[in-house]
C-alpha cells in the first residue's frame, strides 16, 4: 500500500508525556496540544520526502529506504539514521527513539513513536 498522500492528526494518545521525555519546555507542549498537524508524503519507488506541518511549522525530511540519511526530530534535533521497511511499515530508531509508520487501510496513518517505556501514537487521515 502507498504512503503517498496528506493526512490529518486525528488523534494521539500519550502526547504530553512523551513530548516532556525528548525535553520539550512546558510551554511548547501545550501550545502543541491542541494542533492537528498535517503530514505529506511523497513515496517514489524507495525514496520519500515527508513533511509535517504544525501550526505555521513546517519540517521536511527525506530519506532512502536502506540508506544512512540526516533527519530532523520534532525538537530541532538533527541526527543520522536508516529507515527500514517491514512489510507494510517503515522503521527507524533515532536516538533511542523508536518509530513506526504504517498504513491501517488506505486512508489511515499510525506513527508510532516509543522512547523507553513511554508510547506515543498519532493517527491521521487521508484528506
Excluded at 15 to 33: H, N, R, S, T
Aim: charged share 25%; glycine share 12%.
Amino acid at each position: 500500500m502507498s504512503f503517498t498522500g496528506k493526512y490529518q492528526l486525528e488523534s494521539q494518545e500519550n502526547f504530553e508525556p512523551f513530548m516532556k521525555a525528548l525535553g520539550l519546555p512546558d510551554e511548547l507542549i501545550q501550545k502543541g496540544k491542541g494542533l492537528k498537524s498535517i503530514t505529506e508524503i511523497e513515496e517514489n519507488g524507495d525514496n520519500f520526502k515527508v513533511t509535517v506541518t504544525t501550526g505555521s511549522t513546517a519540517l521536511t525530511n527525506s530519506f532512502t529506504i536502506g540508506k544512512e540519511t540526516e533527519m530532523q526530530n520534532i525538537a530541532g534535533e538533527k541526527m543520522k539514521g536508516v529507515v527500514k521497511r517491514e512489510g507494510g511499515k517503515l522503521k527507524v530508531t533515532l536516538k533511542g527513539i523508536e518509530t513506526v509508520t504504517e498504513m491501517m487501510d488506505a486512508n489511515t496513518l499510525v506513527n508510532t513513536m516509543t522512547l523507553g517505556d513511554i508510547v506515543y501514537k498519532g493517527i491521521s487521515k487521508r484528506m
